[in-house]
């Protein structure tokens, strides 16, 4: 074989070679890293098999960190994701602080994080690329109004309230409590007489309520709490009272979940406010235009509802969480 020949064969067998590599490389799996807050409740539950549902369906290769609620724990699987070179960071923000350092060096190291759920507060808004989630101020807001109107329409009576915050620091316990004395100012007569903190959990929530009917006994008139699974611990501590939740104090909730469903068709809980866990498909669609280098909005709503008692029972059969 002659030289120009022999250059012509070799460039040929390159070119092929390259022609064979690039469907290759770009069949190649998205792969997200995903830390999430852990397992506290129903709702962060319905959120965890969404995002693995959805990145099956999507093709995508997740790898998911349970973070227990401890900040310490997203740090470092954030770093580990970085380690590992994956396309997309994603997470579900244990607090609202504390992130500046850990997501700088995902921006140095040119990978995109997606926040879902929650929100932080940095200095810098460019840490991250998008938030996808509720408005939680907007659920507060909604839980209250549903309260002013359930006042007026119940002669306008002054109503105590005590109130089981999430997590503290938490980006949804800030903006409900923010949300829902914003709603309520307007009625004087709407007092919030205790708020304490019960992790979002139904132990805490159950214990937080037992100590609230120990120190306030039948002057609390109203539960708000910042969501399903603390309303129901607070349900089993109002019944061990020798109470009726729904009735004898009215119970206001946030999330929507199956577990308030059940509640309110037995009457025990009187309204939840949405928050939809299902953020799994748009996160995934998120993450790929992304990487596609497709622009996409800073911040993603889902759309939310309002479930009074009275359609418990009729919209019970048609929720998915």
């Not at 009726?244 to 059940?262: L, Q, Y």
């Not at 309110?264 to 939840?272: E, F, I, P, W």
């Not at 911040?299 to 059969?317: D, H, M, Q, S």
Request: charged share 25%; net charge positive; hydrophobic share 45%.
């Amino acid at each position: 074989m002659t030289l120009p020949i022999r250059r012509t064969f070799l460039a040929a067998v390159a070119a092929a070679a390259c022609a064979a590599a690039i469907p290759a490389f770009a069949a190649r799996p998205l792969t997200i890293g995903f830390s999430q807050v852990g397992a506290e409740s129903e709702w962060r539950t319905a959120n965890t098999a969404s995002i693995k549902e959805a990145a099956k369906q999507a093709g995508v290769n997740l790898k998911f960190a349970d973070a227990q609620q401890q900040q310490q724990n997203q740090v470092k699987a954030i770093r580990s994701f970085i380690a590992q070179r994956v396309d997309v960071i994603a997470f579900s923000p244990v607090v609202e602080t504390g992130w500046e350092t850990v997501l700088r060096e995902a921006k140095n190291a040119k990978i995109p994080v997606i926040l879902t759920d929650r929100s932080v507060k940095v200095s810098d808004p460019s840490l991250y690329v998008s938030f996808i989630g509720s408005d939680f101020v907007e659920e507060g807001r909604r839980a209250g109004r549903w309260l002013m109107d359930y006042a007026k329409k119940n002669g306008d009576r002054p109503l105590n309230i005590v109130e089981l915050q999430g997590t503290v620091g938490s980006a949804p316990a800030t903006d409900r409590k923010t949300g829902f004395a914003e709603a309520i100012a307007a009625n004087p007569k709407l007092k919030i007489i205790r708020s304490q903190t019960g992790d979002f959990t139904r132990a805490k929530g159950k214990e937080v309520m037992e100590a609230f009917l120990k120190s306030e006994g039948k002057k609390i008139n109203v539960l708000f709490a910042h969501n399903d699974d603390m309303a129901i611990g607070a349900i089993q501590a109002i019944e061990e009272a020798g109470l009726k939740p729904g009735k004898d104090i009215v119970i206001v909730s946030i999330d929507g979940v199956r577990g308030a469903f059940e509640a309110m068709k037995q009457g025990k809980l009187n309204v939840t406010v949405e928050c939809n866990p299902l953020l799994g498909p748009t996160l995934m669609q998120t993450a790929q235009n992304v990487v596609a280098g497709k622009p996409v909005p800073k911040r993603i709503t889902v759309e939310e509802g309002v479930f009074p008692a009275e359609v418990a029972a009729k919209v019970f059969p048609t929720r998915k969480y």
